[in-house]
């Protein structure tokens, strides 16, 4: 099997020139978190969720709201890139590396599809139940705590999201995407004055998305894969007699799949 196989085709993309709350209508209109950066129709980089927050969360946009930032002020020229003709083996291999989560395929120099994890999860047809797999060492907040608070534990803790508990129970998840924007918004919506103040204020419960989707640590990967299909989701927590006991990943469930 190879990536041509599997990759997306129908890609979402935007010029360099665009300005920046144009590229979060685009992430969530789609419900995606990365966005692949054109020039003259030639790949020149990628813009993600966690790019955004750290831009518009940084002292040189301050007090600059999104619609007068270029995407190119947000796109990372670092970006990796494979072909049609790459074997999915070869993908695997990389699965959990640090590094971006999103693969831009090429060929004859033009950008011909993405590979993402999403698109690897129908591989998976393990039976292997999510407790053999899943991540014991939690990293939660509560809903009182600040943004930037759960910003700085997702960077120091490498983590891409973080469940928020209150009282014992679950009660929603934060990630990049909803404090890009939450940023977004703060920028928008107060003078450069207030905005400051109006970051260091802004808590948790604010912006987390609640419900949460989240299944008991007994079902199997390859259902775990289906419901974040389904779902749209990267992550579900897993819950046993009311209480979080792990958490698997898209990266979790990937590293099942044997070709």
């Not at 831009?104 to 999403?118: F, P, Q």
């Not at 407790?131 to 120091?156: C, F, N, T, W, Y």
């Not at 979080?244 to 990266?251: A, C, D, E, N, Q």
């Amino acid at each position: 099997m190879k990536v041509k196989d599997i990759m997306t085709t129908e890609i979402i993309s935007v010029d360099k020139d665009v300005d920046l709350r144009y590229v979060l209508k685009m992430m969530k209109k789609h419900s995606i978190t990365k966005i692949p950066v054109v020039e003259d129709k030639k790949l020149i980089g990628v813009i993600t969720d966690n790019m955004i927050s750290y831009k518009l969360g940084s002292i040189k946009t301050k007090g600059i709201p999104a619609s007068r930032l270029h995407a190119s002020s947000v796109t990372d020229k670092e970006f990796e890139t494979t072909t049609p003709y790459t074997k999915i083996e070869d993908i695997l291999k990389k699965v959990g590396e640090p590094g971006p989560t999103m693969l831009n395929v090429i060929e004859n120099d033009k950008l011909v599809g993405i590979l993402t994890k999403a698109d690897l999860l129908p591989l998976i047809d393990s039976k292997k139940q999510l407790h053999e797999i899943m991540q014991k060492k939690l990293h939660v907040i509560s809903p009182g705590d600040r943004v930037i608070h759960a910003r700085r534990v997702m960077i120091d803790e490498k983590v891409a999201r973080l469940p928020v508990i209150e009282k014992g129970e679950l009660a929603g998840m934060i990630s990049d995407t909803e404090i890009a924007f939450a940023l977004a918004n703060i920028k928008r919506s107060f003078p450069m004055g207030r905005q400051k103040h109006q970051l260091e204020e802004l808590l948790v419960d604010d912006i987390m998305k609640s419900p949460v989707i989240w299944t008991e640590p007994n079902i199997t990967a390859v259902s775990a894969a289906k419901i974040m299909l389904e779902k749209h989701i990267g992550a579900l927590p897993l819950m046993k007699n009311n209480n979080m006991v792990g958490i698997v990943t898209r990266t979790d469930l990937i590293k099942t799949i044997q070709i």
